[in-house]
């Protein structure tokens, strides 16, 4: 585990990590007692973003964060979990660059979005009584068809400033 990084500390970091070290107290990737759950997307999936967008709104807690798939932040968790070196979906991590961190791929990532809504959204949490295999094909198949539906971003779109903090290596 990589050492707590205070503000005013950002010798070495990257200009993105740096910018959270000063902004926040803490870059990501940084020991953290009890990190916000990531949520890592396809960056320039156009029904991605979208979903992306929605969840923060939808967001009630204010503290779920994003990394897109081909970022630093997602290739570490991705060295730290071989199993998903071919992926190419949605990742859901809990307890990021810690000793429990755990992820979530595909459909069971939906699921661990929907249950950290809350609310409402908690009515799709049902879906997890249909076998894992199942769901996966169904998410599958519109994974297959995501880009020719909604169309292909050039590059991952710059996020707001209101909501920047929230995104990890942009």
């Not at 990501?28 to 009890?34: I, S």
């Not at 290739?75 to 949605?90: G, N, Q, T, W, Y």
């Not at 929907?114 to 609310?119: E, H, K, N, S, V």
């Not at 779109?157 to 909501?163: F, R």
């Amino acid at each position: 585990m990589e050492r707590f990084v205070r503000r005013g500390d950002v010798r070495d970091l990257t200009p993105c990590a740096a910018h959270q070290a000063l902004t926040t107290g803490y870059a990501w990737g940084m020991a953290d007692p009890d990190p916000a759950p990531v949520l890592l997307y396809d960056g320039i999936c156009g029904f991605c973003n979208t979903a992306v967008q929605t969840i923060l709104r939808l967001d009630p807690q204010g503290t779920l964060t994003f990394a897109a798939l081909d970022s630093p932040f997602a290739k570490a968790v991705i060295e730290r979990h071989p199993e998903l070196a071919e992926v190419d979906s949605v990742v859901f991590v809990d307890q990021p660059g810690l000793a429990g961190e755990r992820v979530s791929v595909r459909s069971a990532a939906l699921l661990r979005v929907a249950d950290y809504l809350g609310g409402p959204w908690r009515v799709f949490s049902a879906a997890a009584v249909i076998p894992s295999p199942v769901r996966d094909r169904v998410y599958d198949g519109f994974a297959k068809i995501r880009y020719r539906v909604f169309g292909v971003k050039d590059s991952c779109p710059i996020p707001s400033p209101e909501v920047r903090a929230r995104f990890i290596d942009v």
